[in-house]
């Protein structure tokens, strides 16, 4: 699975999820709910890009 890398330099990586915030280990990005933003700067999900 690819990580994804917001703006700010938080890198999403799917095997790690993002549990603090209700995302489980294993989630894909494509999963991870529209609403989430990431946990460093509050970016919605469109500030992310494939890395």
């Known amino acids: 699975m690819s990580k994804y ?3 700010c330099g938080y890198v999403y ?4 999820g993002d549990p603090e915030n209700g ?5 894909a990005f494509e999963d ?3 609403d ?3 946990p ?3 970016l919605t999900k ?3 890009t494939e890395i």
């Open 40 to 42: 460093i700067c509050g």
């Open 13 to 16: 990586d799917p095997e790690a």
């Open 36 to 38: 989430w933003t990431c």
């Open 46 to 48: 469109d500030a992310f």
């Open 23 to 27: 995302i489980a280990p294993g989630t």
């Open 5 to 7: 890398q917001c703006v």
């Open 32 to 34: 991870v709910p529209e």
